[in-house]
């Protein structure tokens, strides 16, 4: 974050009472939370000396906002963790970055229980818990400036490691390609707790020379109201919020002010996003990106509907996805393949025990992202679903296999198979079928099983069908697209 500082540090010496924040608590003055930075800084420094890794509870607040700026001033490297953050999760946090000070809130604190070589120390950022060593090397993060966790496509949270030349990169090509302009209002709704939320919720709004608007806890109707009253000129969220905020507008063409509001991080629907859109007076852009390559492709402003709300569009200036086929080798356009990507916003690696592991990347440098792709003649992209199986519910990856092992130790489930459902406002939602010897094994019952056993609450499943068997392919295998085409009709059976 260290660019990031020396820019606010130019804009400070002609505008000190620039207002640059706008949170729970009211507005924020550059000059005041410039010094705030400072003074966390100081009280870091003299803890942990010069270039620490910081783990910080990220909520949407400016004392996040002061959190990275602090480390920007140390030359630093900021680990983020969400405040819904489980123990189970936050001691495998500790594990992959292994950070020299843990800054977070009293009760989220009491909940997990700092590491025991860390143990609270004193008190920053207005009474928060800190927790603080003499820092490790800054060289084991390899140039990495934020270091995010993503559900990815495993059980396990990864640390993706990314630099501030990636984050500056991916900001400033979503501002030409939305048609942004400095000085515009950002809104931060997506938790800033991943890489991606961190770099288009609060590095992109300090960047453009704006002010940012902080929603700490999502309401849907209050999100609306925010960027409203401040003419808010973009943000980016998940299908599940663009959906919900187009639910909630009061008059409709609340934000006809906005220049578009970014959606990417699930699946979606052309026709519920039209609505959505037209309810809430803007354009929706879809995007394709994930936290290891920052927002890589984007629709644009003047894009017709059916590229802007049916395509995930064209990759940003110098990045570039292509569709591959088993082998590796590209396929020719209007195929269907595997995606992989390279660019300016590829990350340096997963934080594994302290240090990066670098990604595994083809000969050519690319990454497999792990999605089906097609890539029209014209550059433009369409996300055809997962490689792996993967339940994206309300913008959150949920492993398939994960939750089918937590719920096969239940003692009375004999098989069982997680699917999704189709759900207008998140896209999808988990069920599950099982084979068991209980005609009353319901619902409530699985998920204290799962909560006994520590399963993430948002990964539980919401439906459950008992089935006297799981449905096979013509070589006997369990066929996932019958079960979930069985989940659906029971589904809707049911509602009948």
Same mark, same amino acid.
């Given at each position: 974050?260290?660019?990031?500082?020396?820019?606010?540090?130019?804009?400070?010496?002609?505008?000190?009472?620039?207002?640059?924040?706008?949170?729970?608590?009211?507005?924020?003055?550059?000059? &005041? *939370?410039?010094?705030?930075?400072?003074? !966390?800084?100081?009280?870091?420094?003299?803890?942990?000396?010069?270039?620490?890794?910081?783990?910080?509870?990220?909520?949407?607040? *400016?004392? %996040?906002?002061?959190?990275? =700026?602090?480390?920007?001033?140390?030359?630093?490297?900021?680990?983020?963790?969400?405040?819904?953050? %489980?123990?189970?999760?936050?001691?495998?946090?500790?594990?992959?970055?292994?950070?020299?000070?843990?800054?977070?809130?009293?009760?989220?604190?009491?909940?997990?229980?700092?590491?025991?070589?860390? #143990?609270?120390?004193?008190?920053?950022?207005?009474?928060?818990?800190?927790?603080?060593?003499?820092?490790?090397?800054?060289?084991?993060?390899?140039?990495?400036?934020?270091?995010?966790? %993503?559900?990815?496509?495993?059980?396990?949270?990864?640390?993706?490691?990314?630099?501030?030349?990636?984050? $500056?990169?991916?900001?400033?090509? &979503?501002?030409?390609?939305?048609?942004?302009?400095?000085?515009?209002?950002?809104?931060?709704?997506?938790?800033?707790?991943?890489?991606?939320?961190?770099? !288009?919720?609060?590095?992109?709004?300090?960047?453009?020379?704006? @002010?940012?608007? =902080?929603?700490?806890?999502?309401?849907?109707?209050?999100?609306?109201?925010?960027?409203?009253?401040?003419?808010? $000129?973009?943000?980016?969220?998940?299908?599940?919020?663009?959906?919900?905020?187009?639910?909630?507008? @009061?008059?409709?063409? +609340?934000?006809?002010?906005?220049?578009?509001? &970014?959606?990417?991080?699930?699946?979606?629907?052309?026709?519920?996003?039209?609505?959505? +859109?037209?309810?809430?007076?803007?354009?929706?852009? @879809?995007?394709?990106?994930?936290?290891?390559?920052?927002?890589?492709?984007?629709?644009?402003?003047?894009?017709?509907?059916?590229?802007?709300?049916?395509?995930?569009?064209?990759?940003?200036?110098?990045? +570039?996805?292509?569709?591959?086929?088993?082998?590796?080798?590209?396929?020719?356009?209007?195929?269907?393949?595997?995606?992989?990507?390279?660019?300016?916003? =590829?990350?340096?690696?997963?934080?594994?025990?302290?240090?990066?592991?670098? #990604?595994?990347?083809?000969?050519?440098?690319?990454?497999?992202?792990?999605?089906?792709?097609?890539?029209?003649?014209?550059? %433009?992209?369409? /996300?055809?679903?997962?490689?792996?199986?993967?339940?994206?519910?309300?913008?959150?990856? /949920?492993?398939?296999?994960?939750?089918?092992?937590?719920?096969? $130790?239940?003692?009375?489930?004999?098989?069982?198979?997680?699917?999704?459902? #189709?759900?207008?406002? =998140?896209?999808?939602?988990?069920?599950?079928?099982?084979?068991?010897?209980?005609?009353?094994?319901?619902?409530?019952?699985?998920?204290?099983?799962?909560?006994?056993?520590?399963?993430?609450?948002?990964?539980?499943?919401?439906?459950? !069908?008992?089935?006297?068997?799981?449905?096979?392919?013509?070589?006997?295998?369990?066929? $996932?697209?019958?079960?979930?085409?069985?989940?659906?009709?029971?589904?809707?059976?049911?509602?009948?």
């Amino acid at each position: 974050m260290r660019q990031l500082v020396a820019d606010l540090d130019r804009r400070a010496a002609d505008a000190p009472d620039d207002v640059v924040a706008v949170d729970a608590d009211g507005p924020h003055r550059l000059a &005041t *939370v410039l010094a705030r930075a400072d003074e !966390f800084a100081a009280q870091l420094r003299a803890r942990t000396g010069p270039r620490p890794t910081l783990m910080v509870q990220a909520d949407n607040s *400016v004392r %996040t906002v002061v959190a990275a =700026l602090a480390v920007g001033r140390l030359d630093g490297t900021l680990a983020l963790i969400s405040h819904h953050t %489980t123990r189970q999760e936050f001691v495998a946090a500790c594990e992959d970055v292994d950070p020299d000070a843990v800054v977070v809130s009293p009760a989220v604190s009491a909940e997990l229980a700092l590491p025991e070589h860390r #143990p609270v120390d004193g008190e920053a950022l207005e009474g928060w818990h800190l927790a603080a060593r003499p820092a490790r090397p800054a060289e084991r993060w390899r140039g990495g400036a934020v270091i995010g966790l %993503t559900s990815g496509s495993t059980g396990r949270a990864k640390g993706v490691v990314q630099t501030e030349d990636a984050l $500056r990169y991916a900001g400033r090509a &979503t501002i030409d390609a939305s048609g942004l302009r400095p000085g515009d209002t950002v809104a931060a709704l997506v938790p800033l707790s991943s890489a991606a939320a961190v770099c !288009f919720g609060l590095y992109l709004p300090l960047l453009l020379g704006g @002010r940012v608007l =902080l929603l700490d806890r999502w309401d849907a109707a209050g999100a609306v109201d925010l960027m409203a009253e401040y003419d808010a $000129r973009w943000t980016m969220c998940v299908p599940t919020m663009a959906l919900q905020m187009g639910a909630a507008a @009061r008059r409709g063409g +609340e934000l006809h002010a906005m220049t578009a509001m &970014t959606v990417g991080g699930g699946p979606m629907d052309a026709g519920a996003l039209g609505r959505a +859109e037209q309810r809430l007076g803007t354009r929706f852009l @879809r995007v394709f990106g994930m936290s290891e390559c920052l927002g890589h492709t984007t629709s644009l402003p003047g894009d017709a509907a059916e590229v802007r709300l049916g395509t995930d569009g064209t990759p940003f200036p110098g990045t +570039e996805l292509r569709a591959v086929d088993e082998a590796g080798e590209p396929l020719p356009p209007g195929s269907t393949g595997r995606a992989q990507v390279r660019g300016p916003s =590829l990350f340096v690696g997963y934080a594994r025990a302290g240090e990066v592991v670098p #990604p595994a990347l083809t000969d050519d440098g690319f990454l497999p992202t792990g999605d089906l792709v097609e890539i029209a003649p014209d550059g %433009t992209a369409s /996300i055809r679903g997962r490689e792996k199986e993967i339940i994206i519910r309300g913008g959150r990856n /949920i492993d398939v296999s994960e939750v089918e092992a937590a719920v096969a $130790r239940h003692p009375h489930v004999d098989q069982v198979c997680v699917v999704p459902v #189709p759900d207008e406002v =998140l896209g999808e939602r988990v069920a599950v079928l099982v084979v068991t010897d209980r005609d009353d094994l319901e619902l409530p019952e699985l998920q204290r099983h799962l909560g006994d056993l520590g399963l993430t609450k948002g990964k539980w499943p919401e439906y459950v !069908f008992r089935v006297g068997t799981l449905p096979q392919n013509r070589v006997g295998k369990l066929s $996932r697209a019958d079960a979930a085409r069985m989940a659906h009709e029971m589904r809707e059976g049911a509602r009948a």
